[in-house]
């Protein structure tokens, strides 16, 4: 079964990641291509947590992300902005 992609485009998560998790380094997200498995496992040799606490934390961090794009985008008029 193929592993399951993070939400978003993973190029710009990778320093949002490395913001998020000041533990996890650089070569650490090197080799990963934007898996979620990958990016568990990972966390779970730097932090230590259950692998249900570390998907609530990756779960919430793609919401995040995935805002702060949206907000970023520019509006077509259509709002009350």
Do not use: C, N
């Not at 966390?43 to 606490?53: A, D, P, S």
């Amino acid at each position: 079964m193929p592993d399951r992609k993070l939400y978003g485009d993973w190029e710009h998560m990778k320093s949002s990641v490395l913001a998020q998790w000041s533990s996890v380094t650089a070569e650490d997200i090197a080799h990963l291509t934007g898996e979620r498995e990958g990016l568990m496992r990972v966390l779970k040799k730097r932090y230590q947590k259950t692998y249900g606490e570390i998907e609530r934390e990756i779960g919430e961090f793609e919401v995040r992300h995935l805002r702060a794009g949206y907000a970023s985008r520019p509006t077509r008029g259509m709002g009350p902005d």
